[in-house]
């Protein structure tokens, strides 16, 4: 096969629940950020499922394309980590974490006007395909104006909103919901 | 019409939908309100790089991470990463993980009563190189039952974890062997509605690349989704 072929996408199929034996090394190798570093911040989550139960066996993959982590992350240069991603596992709770850069809005051009986000890959037992999701911040005016937020229905958008945790800085709470009561907005893909 | 400004769907039968009653796990998990067009913007044009400093020597010979030999029949399993194009994907992370020959797992959760390997993990990753190719040196693995039928067993199977250019290439699937009877009765394999889609998740015996008294060779060609003009996230100071 030699170029010029167009080619299917190979099917997906679920990452099941053992997946940390052999996605567990990346989380270990990714050089860690601490929040008292600026510009650093931290998400806290947890995955449930339609009855409200936690997904002990998720993974999730954020992606920020802005480019403001650089010099926190040491992107940039060959062969070190990229910046804008990192990877986490829920714990038997469901729960889960990721402290990165705080994502800056993307440029330039009609892009500006999206607001700071990350897209979201969630991959669980149970899930035959990832999902696709954003997170926003809720301090960021700039949310008024971003077209994939205000695209979204009024009553889901706050699926997609990372919101401050009032007892500590630079920490946000930010759910996901695979089904039911409150289920988090997924994108088509 | 494809309108270039959104992320395209997936050609129809050739993924899995979220919501497939076999796979009983797939029901409280799977989300239930429609699905949103996403516009395809620098986030989901981009994605991540990795380099070879992420990776450690014998990372992708899963036979050889412990003191002494695994149990099992010793294989290579190997191929190349494609674009939609037919193009190599140079440098994507490619991740693996599998049962032992048992059919065990070395984790936690897997309570199957079969023996481990203390010579065997399970878990390997590597970087394509300059022609999209990758291979891993392992065991083949077993079979191994399930609760989500009576009398479930799944198909021998390695989990694979890939990125591609920009992280709507990423892809977690699962490579096949050859001629194995439990395909046809596995959800998971049959939750891709159309055959050739679920052909392509079966690997070959590759003689030429077997090595006669030491191993048999296994391909399997991966395609992503993205095109070559999908750029790589940009380097910059």
């Known amino acids: 096969m030699s170029g010029d072929s167009v080619q299917i996408p190979a099917g997906s199929q679920t990452v099941g629940p053992y997946f940390r034996i052999g996605l567990d090394y990346l989380i270990e190798r990714t050089p860690a950020l601490t929040l008292e570093t600026g510009g650093v911040i931290e998400i806290r989550g947890r995955v449930s499922d339609r009855d409200g139960s ?19 992350g040491g992107d940039g240069e060959a062969g070190v980590f990229p910046a804008g991603f990192r990877r986490t596992a829920t714990d038997a709770d469901g729960n889960f974490s990721i402290v990165m850069a705080r994502p800056a809005p993307v440029g330039p051009g009609v892009e500006r006007a999206h607001a700071p986000h990350m897209l979201v890959l969630v991959f669980a037992r149970g899930l035959l395909r990832h999902l696709v999701t954003r997170v926003y911040f809720a ?46 907005v997924f994108f088509a893909w | ?7 395209e769907l997936a050609i129809p ?35 991540p790089v990795f380099g070879h400093d992420l990776l450690r020597e014998r990372d992708n010979d899963l036979t050889a991470q412990h003191g002494g030999d695994p149990i099992g029949e010793r294989i290579l399993v190997h191929g190349r990463v494609l674009d939609e194009d037919g193009r190599p994907v140079r440098g994507a992370l490619v991740e693996v993980w599998q049962a032992n020959a048992s059919g065990r797992y070395q984790h936690k959760v897997d309570s199957h009563d079969a023996p481990l390997d203390p010579n065997f993990t399970g878990a390997g990753r590597t970087l394509t190189d300059e022609h999209g190719h990758y291979w891993f040196k392992t065991v083949k693995p077993g079979a191994y039952p399930w609760g989500n039928h009576y009398n479930a067993w799944r198909p021998a ?23 194995d009877p439990l395909q046809p009765l596995d959800p998971i394999f049959n939750s891709i509605p159309d055959a050739a889609a679920r052909q392509r998740l079966v690997s070959r015996l590759d003689m030429e690349r077997s090595e006669p008294n030491y191993l048999l060779a296994y391909s399997w060609d991966v395609v992503l989704r993205g095109r070559g003009d999908t750029p790589f996230e940009e380097r910059h100071r």
């Open chain 1, 54 to 72: 936690p997904v002990p066996d998720a993974m999730l993959e954020f992606w920020s394309a802005s480019k403001v982590g650089d010099k926190l």
């Open chain 2, 157 to 179: 199977h390695i989990h694979f974890s890939l990125f591609g250019a920009g992280i709507l290439s990423r892809l977690v699937t699962q490579m096949y062997f050859p001629g």
């Open chain 1, 139 to 184: 301090d960021e005016q700039a949310n008024q104006g971003d077209p994939v937020l205000t695209a979204i229905p009024q009553e889901r958008r706050a699926t997609l909103i990372a919101r401050p945790d009032e007892s500590r800085a630079n920490v946000y709470r930010w759910d996901v919901i695979l089904q039911g009561t409150g289920e988090t």
């Open chain 2, 13 to 47: 039968g050739t993924q899995p939908e979220y919501h497939f009653p076999p796979y009983l796990s797939s029901i409280p998990r799977s989300p239930r309100m429609p699905l949103v067009l996403l516009p395809k913007t620098l986030t989901e044009r981009t994605g």
């Open chain 2, 1 to 7: 019409m494809i309108n270039p400004s959104i992320v």
